[in-house]
């Protein structure tokens, strides 16, 4: 399987404190993408980096990429009750169209 | 723009009928993706179209799964007969250019199947 997977499946830190998720893959890649999904809710986008981008920034995201390592971190600092979702990384492999979505962080951020 | 237009957003169906999942992808966006969510499997995608063409139908898990793309604004996911194992929650996505763009989804259609 193509598909990814994140570290950990689940994270729970209070409110203030930063979030780390990790994503490992597989196959050589275009760009990896992260994704939030509030509960029952779809995907919303967050943030993309290319293959040849180390390092990301978007407000209070942060992602890094490592190619030779196949892995991805998204770090959330001073998180928020309102991040409280399940983050997805989905990779899309070079060549492809399609993207490829990990199995996903639970994060509960506790007020 | 409304975004990506899913519908119905629940579905309760019988072992063995009809469902059919409807999507309005972004004006504009020329390809649309439809995957399928469950506890077990995570995200999975069924089948993707390019212009109103199905490009890559390898995640469709059965023939009794079928999608057709009539026009750029309207989209269908059909499956019959449904079984329990069809539970999950559908999603369309679309995007501006697929791979290298992000993808927008839909609200997601919850399908249940008794």
């Known amino acids: 399987s193509q598909q990814g997977e994140e570290d950990p499946q689940a994270l729970s830190i209070q409110e203030g404190e930063n979030a780390t998720m990790n994503c490992s893959y597989k196959t050589s890649i275009n760009n990896l993408q992260w994704y939030r999904q509030n509960s029952g809710r779809g995907l919303v986008h967050l943030i993309l980096?290319?293959?040849?981008?180390r390092e990301k920034h978007s407000g209070r995201l942060r992602v890094t990429l490592d190619t030779s390592k196949k892995s991805s971190s998204l770090l959330i600092t001073a998180s928020r009750a309102a991040d409280t979702a399940s983050y997805f990384c989905?990779?899309?492999?070079?060549?492809?169209?399609?993207?490829?979505f990990g199995t996903g962080t639970s994060l509960t951020v506790i007020p | 723009d409304a975004g990506v237009i899913q519908s119905p957003r629940h579905e309760v169906t019988e072992m063995g009928q009809e469902v059919t999942l409807r999507c309005k992808p972004i004006s504009g966006h020329d390809y649309l993706f439809w995957y399928r969510q469950t506890m077990m499997r995570g995200l999975e995608l069924l089948i993707y179209f390019n212009n109103n063409v199905p490009i890559d139908d390898s995640g469709m898990p059965e023939d009794r799964f079928s999608a057709k793309m009539p026009n750029a604004s309207f989209s269908t996911l059909k499956i019959q007969p449904s079984e329990p194992r069809d539970s999950a929650v559908y999603f369309c996505?679309?995007?501006?250019?697929?791979?290298?763009?992000?993808?927008?989804f839909g609200p997601g259609t919850r399908l249940t199947v008794l």
């Open positions: 980096i290319r293959s040849n981008e």
């Open positions: 989905a990779t899309a492999v070079r060549g492809g169209n399609q993207f490829y």
């Open positions: 996505a679309s995007s501006l250019l697929a791979g290298v763009s992000e993808q927008f």
